[in-house]
């Protein structure tokens, strides 16, 4: 269907193929010990409800993977930034040993630009972290997940039947990726408050994430260690990039860019009787619609209007497993990302009606002044105010396509909801997207409503269309 409605616009259309290998872990048995035994996690800890686990693909991975007990090191928020100038692994050597880390990034009430204040940056994310972990040489990571730190409920990651990546993996590969809910932190908490008094002053998962934010913060041996055992299960197949050009009049590499991703998470095994397909309405079927709106309203306007710079539309998959297309695409470009002049993502619109407002993910903070300009006045232009990003610590802005362009210099506007819904209460909207969250988000019951209200879409829709009619028909 993509590849007809590109051809049909009048655009060259480009497939990737896009090597990738799945691991989907049927069974897995998890447990922490120490020299007097194993350390009581309130019973036996469930793959899927109380942590899950994958490991990085290697060659000769075997089918049933035993990890004997092993030494864990604490290392805090996991971050080693020479930029901001924090190390939480110091000098320890953690090689054929596993990380435990919590997600997100530290505060300091003194540095309140530290890590770009409330922005979640690269550093807070799970991917930079198991990185450095590979890096440095460690066996695996544990990431502690709370939806206060993450941003998102503990389903976001274990509704994913298989974790997927790019083959052939990478060449430092983790024997294991081990995220533990809050619970379970807790429980390894309480172990160490026995036999640590540095410890007794912290009485829960969310007093101990706060007490790591200091730059004096040393990592530690824990007096346990980890015990693994989970069998893999892989599926080797190849995902498809679709990518449609609008030329430009002139004989030129500059270039717009159009993205959004047409993957989701596949299906899920259910009851009879109960949806087991992953829809993904709001996610992304309403960033593809938009994205199709674009290719139609370019494709008619170059009949009547030269484009000074071409148009690149790229529908991206396997963004769910990781950003792995448009990471992928980077690799692969078309046309040169140093001459992309601006990059529009679009992923999850507005379906609950018009806003007064609208956001610009990637138009805040240091370097980023002159986007911001651009997008202020596109929005001012369709009579809309500019808000700041509502949740700039659940990272929404790092988690998609977008953030892969941002780190390699492509200027990129991630369009995103305003929160001031005409005509409504206030927070309003805040309920709303909390309630999709909660029930829908990655999960099977992100469908279609025809209750939708899409004015708000429309509007978001409308900003991005006069960027694009800035940077790509209007000369330079």
């Not at 429980?187 to 410890?199: C, E, G, I």
């Not at 674009?294 to 170059?302: P, S």
Request: glycine share 8%; hydrophobic share 40%; aromatic share 10%.
């Amino acid at each position: 269907m993509l590849e007809t409605s590109f051809r049909t616009a009048g655009l060259e259309c480009y497939r990737q193929v896009v090597p990738l290998v799945g691991q989907s872990v049927p069974s897995a048995m998890l447990s922490f010990g120490d020299s007097s035994g194993s350390i009581e996690l309130g019973g036996t800890l469930q793959v899927g409800t109380d942590f899950i686990v994958s490991g990085d693909y290697r060659a000769g991975l075997p089918a049933e993977v035993s990890i004997p007990p092993t030494p864990i090191v604490f290392v805090g928020f996991g971050i080693s930034s020479p930029e901001w100038n924090w190390d939480d692994y110091k000098k320890v050597d953690v090689r054929n040993k596993y990380v435990l880390a919590f997600v997100n990034e530290p505060t300091l009430e003194n540095e309140p630009h530290l890590f770009e204040g409330p922005i979640l940056t690269k550093y807070g994310r799970w991917t930079t972290k198991q990185a450095e972990a590979r890096r440095r040489g460690a066996k695996g990571i544990i990431l502690i997940h709370t939806h206060l730190s993450a941003g998102y409920p503990f389903t976001v990651l274990s509704n994913q039947q298989e974790q997927v990546d790019i083959y052939p993996g990478p060449e430092q590969p983790l024997h294991a990726k081990i995220w533990i809910v809050e619970k379970v932190a807790n429980h390894l908490l309480a172990a160490l408050r026995k036999s640590d008094p540095q410890f007794q002053s912290i009485s829960n998962v969310f007093e101990w994430y706060h007490s790591l934010s200091r730059r004096d913060f040393q990592p530690y041996l824990l007096p346990f260690h980890l015990s693994l055992q989970f069998r893999t299960e892989l599926r080797f197949f190849n995902g498809t990039n679709v990518v449609g050009v609008l030329k430009s009049a002139s004989r030129t590499a500059d270039h717009v860019m159009v993205v959004a991703h047409h993957d989701h998470l596949g299906m899920i095994q259910v009851e009879a009787g109960r949806d087991h397909i992953y829809n993904g309405a709001e996610d992304n079927a309403s960033g593809m619609s938009a994205l199709l709106i674009a290719v139609k309203a370019f494709a008619l306007q170059a009949k009547t209007q030269p484009l000074y710079a071409n148009l690149v539309f790229v529908s991206t998959t396997a963004e769910e497993s990781g950003l792995l297309g448009m990471q992928y695409y980077s690799t692969h470009p078309i046309l040169p990302l140093f001459s992309c002049r601006l990059a529009i993502n679009y992923d999850i619109l507005n379906v609950y009606g018009p806003t007064s407002d609208v956001v610009g993910l990637g138009t805040e903070g240091r370097g980023r002044e002159h986007l911001h300009l651009l997008f202020a006045a596109a929005a001012n232009a369709e009579g809309l105010r500019v808000s700041a990003d509502p949740s700039p610590g659940s990272g929404s802005f790092l988690r998609s396509d977008a953030a892969i362009l941002a780190n390699l210099g492509v200027p990129v506007i991630y369009i995103w909801s305003g929160s001031h819904l005409l005509n409504k209460p206030n927070h309003s909207f805040s309920l709303l997207r909390e309630d999709y969250i909660n029930n829908r988000y990655h999960q099977p019951s992100d469908a279609f409503n025809p209750d939708w209200d899409l004015e708000g879409a429309l509007q978001q829709i409308r900003v991005t269309l006069r960027l694009i009619h800035t940077r790509a028909v209007t000369p330079l």
